[in-house]
C-alpha cells in the first residue's frame, strides 16, 4: 500500500501568495478611503441631530458641516458639496462624491459615494 501525498505543490503555494497579497493591498488602500465615507456620515448625523430651526441660512449649515469635518478629518468633502434641500421644517442634506484610489502602475480603483439625511418636522 502506498501513501500519497496531498497538499500544495510549490507553484500553488506561490499562486495563493500573490493573490492573498494582491487582496490585502487592495484592502489597505481602500480602508482610508471607507472610514473617511463614514466620517462624512457622522459629521451629517450629528448636523442633523444638533436640529437646526428652519431659519438657519444654508452658508451657514455649509460653514457648519466645514467645521465638523475639520475635526473628522475629511479632505474629499467640503461645504460647497452639500446638497440642501429646505422643505418647510424639514432638511435633506446629502453629498455624492468619488475617491480614485491607485492600486498599482496605472491601475486605478473608483469608489462612488452617495450619502444623505433627512430630519422632518412637525
Same mark, same amino acid.
Given at each position: 500500500?502506498?501513501?500519497?501525498?496531498?497538499?500544495?505543490?510549490?507553484?500553488?503555494?506561490?499562486?495563493?501568495?500573490?493573490?492573498?497579497?494582491?487582496?490585502?493591498?487592495?484592502?489597505?488602500?481602500?480602508?482610508?478611503?471607507?472610514?473617511?465615507?463614514?466620517? =462624512?456620515?457622522?459629521?451629517?448625523?450629528?448636523? &442633523?441631530?444638533?436640529?437646526?430651526?428652519? *431659519?438657519?441660512? %444654508? $452658508?451657514?449649515? !455649509?460653514?457648519?458641516?466645514?467645521?465638523?469635518?475639520?475635526?473628522?478629518?475629511?479632505?474629499? =468633502?467640503?461645504?460647497?458639496?452639500?446638497?440642501? &434641500?429646505k422643505?418647510?421644517?424639514?432638511? *435633506?442634506?446629502? %453629498? $455624492?462624491?468619488? !475617491?480614485?484610489?491607485?492600486?498599482?502602475?496605472?491601475?486605478?480603483?473608483?469608489?462612488e459615494?452617495?450619502?444623505?439625511?433627512?430630519?422632518?418636522?412637525?
Amino acid at each position: 500500500m502506498k501513501n500519497k501525498q496531498t497538499g500544495l505543490s510549490l507553484m500553488g503555494v506561490l499562486i495563493l501568495g500573490a493573490i492573498l497579497g494582491f487582496l490585502f493591498l487592495i484592502g489597505m488602500r481602500t480602508v482610508p478611503v471607507v472610514t473617511e465615507y463614514m466620517a =462624512v456620515k457622522r459629521v451629517l448625523n450629528a448636523m &442633523i441631530d444638533a436640529n437646526p430651526s428652519p *431659519e438657519v441660512p %444654508v $452658508s451657514q449649515l !455649509r460653514s457648519d458641516f466645514d467645521k465638523r469635518a475639520y475635526i473628522g478629518d475629511v479632505k474629499s =468633502v467640503s461645504g460647497r458639496d452639500l446638497l440642501i &434641500i429646505k422643505r418647510g421644517n424639514k432638511f *435633506e442634506m446629502s %453629498v $455624492s462624491y468619488s !475617491r480614485k484610489v491607485p492600486i498599482a502602475g496605472n491601475v486605478s480603483l473608483l469608489i462612488e459615494f452617495d450619502t444623505g439625511v433627512l430630519r422632518g418636522g412637525s
